[in-house]
């Protein structure tokens, strides 16, 4: 739901129900992951998508009817040799979707959530999807920040469930099904509730206010990270000629880098674009200091091999090293900005998915991986 938090917080202060059809579960070619949502308004205008397009139609009709009736629903969506046209889904993959009706009364924390979203502060959503002692039940939600928890799932025994574990899987990043028995009890499977889990947005740190600068940050932003662009330099470290970053600071790179270290973890991408050795060595020695999952620097080979050379000249040990992502991208042979904002965009998806940047013609097997490499306690995002 982040990536259309805007239209539902729209939908929602309009007070007029809404249908949100959110993915919770799915099994192996499925075209998005738990957490993609779709929403469609009382008049029916559409925002977002479920499945890339294969299953909307039918998701759309359901969310119709659910506006209408005001009754939520389970729908699962495979293959199969008889209906593998039947709603266009025709990957192999199996999606699992709970639609709702959702409004002021239904959802009463909605408004809580989208703020906490917006600001960036940690909350995740347990809902009820499915409990076969009692449809009733289905839509019913708990709500949990870091510090408490809202709302009444059914039982006092399953909310004390769900504040324990929900708030394990909002420190981990992770969104996915719970399953208890229907009080709430750990060892049963009847109840089924699902997470989403809405940690802050993972942070791109991009030094270097020069034009392949502007570039990648648009293409950061556009993949979901938090955007920084730092230059010592006034005059090119301006909000005007980086529009989509979260904030343009101007300091050395390697103080700024020092000031927010305790934000850095392992999905921190840092790109340094500077090329020029008093910016590069400093900032490239302490960013390999951190946490951050991916660190990567431009350059020539020839300004590679200076790099190398005068980071061990500073101390920097040889497993530091072997993390740098120098020079920074995939062989795509990118020439202008955009062409190597998106080498280096496809070389932070690699890196975090462990693909193997080859042509998928030249590959076999599966085509999305299940999780990341980066391990669920590190806090990935939710897509």
Do not use: N
Not at 2 to 11: E, Q
């Amino acid at each position: 739901m982040r990536d259309i938090r805007a239209a539902v917080s729209d939908l929602y202060s309009s007070g007029e129900r809404f249908a949100l059809a959110t993915v919770v579960d799915t099994y192996r070619s499925a075209p998005r992951e738990a957490g993609a949502a779709m929403a469609v308004s009382a008049s029916g205008e559409v925002f977002g998508s479920v499945s890339g397009g294969c299953v909307e139609g039918a998701v759309y009709e359901e969310a119709v009817a659910v506006i209408r009736t005001g009754v939520p629903v389970r729908r699962t969506y495979g293959v199969s040799d008889e209906d593998a046209f039947s709603v266009g889904l025709t990957c192999g993959g199996t999606l699992h979707m709970f639609i709702e009706p959702v409004d002021r009364e239904s959802h009463p924390h909605l408004g809580a959530v989208l703020g906490a979203i917006e600001e960036h502060r940690p909350v995740a959503v347990a809902t009820v999807v499915s409990d076969p002692s009692s449809a009733d039940r289905a839509g019913r939600r708990r709500v949990v920040w870091r510090g408490r928890a809202e709302g009444d799932p059914g039982s006092e025994r399953l909310a004390a469930a769900l504040d324990d574990d929900v708030r394990g899987m909002l420190a981990q990043g992770r969104t996915g099904l719970l399953r208890y028995g229907t009080e709430g009890q750990r060892r049963g499977d009847g109840l089924e509730v699902f997470v989403q889990s809405f940690a802050p947005a993972p942070r791109m740190l991009v030094f270097g206010a020069i034009d392949f600068a502007a570039a990648v940050a648009d293409l950061g932003s556009y993949l979901g990270y938090r955007v920084t662009v730092c230059d010592a330099r006034p005059v090119f470290a301006t909000p005007r000629r980086f529009p989509t970053a979260e904030e343009v600071v101007v300091k050395w790179p390697h103080v700024y880098l020092d000031e927010v270290t305790d934000q850095i973890d392992e999905r921190t991408a840092i790109c340094v674009l500077t090329h020029d050795p008093k910016f590069d060595v400093p900032v490239l020695k302490a960013a390999l200091a951190t946490r951050a999952g991916y660190v990567g620097a431009m350059g020539s080979r020839r300004t590679h091999d200076d790099r190398m050379a005068r980071l061990r000249e500073a101390g920097v040990g040889e497993e530091a090293l072997a993390r740098l992502h120098s020079p920074i991208g995939l062989d795509l042979g990118a020439r202008t900005p955009e062409e190597t904002a998106v080498s280096i965009a496809a070389e932070l998806v690699r890196s975090r998915w462990g693909g193997t940047g080859r042509e998928l013609r030249e590959t076999s097997g599966r085509i999305h991986r299940d999780r990341p490499l980066v391990s669920a306690g590190s806090g990935q995002p939710d897509v």
